[in-house]
């Protein structure tokens, strides 16, 4: 059965119903052979926390973390989550009540994570780069009442807690879980010894007993993870354990990954990503449970770091962004590591734009069967695995066509797009505001009906997203509807000429906003940041451009020393909006 929003099917105006039957149709014309067509549930409609003690006794001693050579085991992970869940039990905490978590990547972040979960009490993640207005924000908006946070970052932590009215905090240290002889090059902040206190107070909270097995409602409110948006300050994003099972069970499919969904018991992921970011929370922390295997988790980015890994583990899967694949060929690390086992490499397009050039490069090394791809269309909203470019590599159809191809929804999503003033359905390749529907929508945001209601309607979340289906189903992401920018009526998406000026030998990066112009309306900017070592100016750029695309899409272009990034990669468009 396809899915109906929680609560029972809705009403379906005639127009959409054969819209959708035809997408579908279209879709499943396409589909690659053995895709999945509806989600499937190995260990059935259960909860993330009984995924984790079904793992535990099916397979108690395989590695469900590895940190730099230290193993958690599955039997591990169920213990230990199940002691700190007794500790936050006896601090307090309550089902419904909010506990915050703020580590860098660990063995305690995935720990917390799950002790939480069986409590069923509510996650919120938390940047540690945050300053003090950030933390602040966020720690008061839901209200945390307990926080698991790095030791370092106790003085942030203090300065924070009168205002933001936390009663707990459990300090940890980065390092507890690391091996005497570690097996992974180890960041400099890593290296120092655990603070006595930290050591002690995390021992503590796992040296109670087991916590009594609770019964969850899969429904129930069980992650707040906080997103920006267009104003205003960061949002929470109310999500359930049944949006992260769904999530889950999906990507796990479409990517063959772990032996009940195509893959192998012997599957791992390397992740490098923020587990308080949604993509590194998928990888990080669900999608190892829900599918038995290993995640090798890295405290952050570092490219021999991660070419060892991949190497030492025998990893199947790696999600990062174009930029760190590019960062991979050009290390020196390269030419003694095999990273021949890679058979799903993902990439995501944040600043450079995944091209064949950059493809052909990946599979000289790491052989033809690794092949490159675009890893999903997502946003915080929908816990962002929502697509899957599986199977249209061939011929490089995935790379040329228009940017950026997100390929087919995932089982049991629907995608449509629609007028962003009437939100009346547009016709196959025309563009437009890009709408919804899964099991993995989030319910509303936290404490803001007013945003709920312009963003959720009949089961429906409307995006803020540009883009088209085309004539195959497939879904083009175009850019946000505020990046549209209009040249004398004529429309230039900003994605497009990203694609197309990253595409210059010289490039590293590029960013493409409007400036207001009194003449044309507004005119397109190109932020560009070149690669080390390159030698080229603006006038050589706006060459290339002319060569390329019509005369109104020209963009101005600024050579910059770097473009502003987030933690998690992501170019923060304001500033350069801003310098425009």
């Known amino acids: 059965m396809r899915w109906a929003p929680r609560g029972g099917p809705r009403d379906v105006a005639p127009g959409e119903a054969a819209y959708l039957a035809d997408v579908r149709r279209r879709q499943d014309r396409v589909r690659p052979a053995g895709a999945p067509r509806e989600p499937h549930y190995p260990l059935g409609d259960r909860t993330i ?8 006794r099916r397979a ?4 469900a973390l590895s940190f730099y050579g230290a193993s958690l085991s599955f039997a591990d992970l169920d213990e230990q989550s199940d002691r700190l869940a ?3 039990d006896r601090a307090g905490v309550e089902p419904g009540d909010r506990v915050g978590v703020l580590l860098p990547n660990c063995p305690q972040f995935a720990i917390a994570f799950h002790a939480i979960l069986k409590l069923g009490a509510v996650y919120v993640p938390l940047n540690p780069m945050f300053r003090e207005h950030e933390l602040g924000h966020e720690l008061a908006d839901a209200q945390v009442r307990v926080l698991v946070a790095l030791d370092e970052l106790a003085l942030l932590v203090d300065a924070v807690r009168p205002r933001a009215g936390i009663e707990r905090v459990l300090y940890t240290a980065a390092a507890e879980y690391l091996p005497d002889e570690p097996a992974l090059p180890v960041p400099g902040g890593l290296r120092a010894p655990p603070a006595e206190e930290s050591r002690r107070q995390w021992r503590e909270a796992l040296a109670g007993e087991r916590l009594a097995l ?3 409602d899969l429904d129930a409110l069980a992650a707040l993870n906080y997103t920006g948006g267009t104003t205003g300050m960061p949002k929470g994003c109310e999500h359930s354990q049944r949006h992260m099972l769904y999530t889950s069970v999906t990507a796990a499919a479409v990517w063959r990954f772990g032996a009940d969904f195509g893959g192998s018991e012997s599957d791992a992921g390397v992740v490098f990503f923020p587990a308080f970011w949604i993509a590194g929370e998928d990888l990080a922390l669900l999608i190892p449970v829900v599918t038995g295997t290993t995640c090798v988790l890295l405290n952050r980015w570092d490219p021999a770091a991660v070419l060892a890994a991949i190497e030492r583990h025998r990893a199947t899967l790696m999600v990062g962004t174009v ?4 960062e991979l060929l050009e290390c020196a690390e390269r030419e003694r590591r095999d990273a021949s086992t890679l058979r799903v490499p993902l990439a995501a397009s944040f600043v450079r ?3 064949v050039e950059i493809r052909r490069a990946w599979q000289a090394y790491a052989g033809p069967a690794s092949v490159l791809r675009e890893c999903s269309y997502g946003m915080t909203e929908t816990h962002t695995m929502d697509t899957s470019t599986a199977g249209f590599e ?13 390929g087919l929804p995932m089982p049991g999503t629907d995608v449509k797009v629609v007028d962003f003033e009437s939100r009346a359905l547009l016709p196959l390749g025309d563009e437009g505001e890009i709408a919804i529907r899964s099991p993995s929508v989030l319910t509303g945001y936290w404490r803001a009906p007013a945003e709920t209601a312009a963003a959720l309607r009949d089961g429906w979340l409307y995006t803020g997203d540009m883009g088209m289906l085309d004539e195959d189903g497939c879904l083009h992401y175009l850019g946000r509807r505020k990046e549209l920018i209009k040249v004398k009526g004529m429309s230039v998406f900003p994605a497009e000429l990203e694609t197309l000026i990253g595409m210059h030998p010289a490039v590293q990066g590029v960013a493409v906003v409007p400036r207001e112009d009194a003449d044309r309306g507004q005119v397109p900017r190109a932020f560009v940041e070149l690669l080390d070592g390159s030698v080229c100016d603006e006038d050589e750029l706006v060459r290339w451009a002319r060569e390329n695309v019509a005369s109104y899409k020209v963009p101005e272009i600024a050579v910059v020393a770097a473009l502003p990034r987030t933690a998690t990669g992501k170019i923060v468009k304001g500033d350069l909006v801003a310098r425009a």
């Open 323 to 326: 930029d760190s694949y590019v």
């Open 353 to 355: 734009k995944l091209d």
């Open 86 to 88: 007794t500790w936050l």
């Open 49 to 56: 926390s009984d995924y984790l003690r079904e793992r535990a």
């Open 214 to 216: 609770r019964a969850v």
């Open 60 to 63: 108690p001693n395989r590695a």
């Open 394 to 406: 061939d011929d490089d159809r995935d790379l040329r066509s228009r940017p950026v191809f997100c």
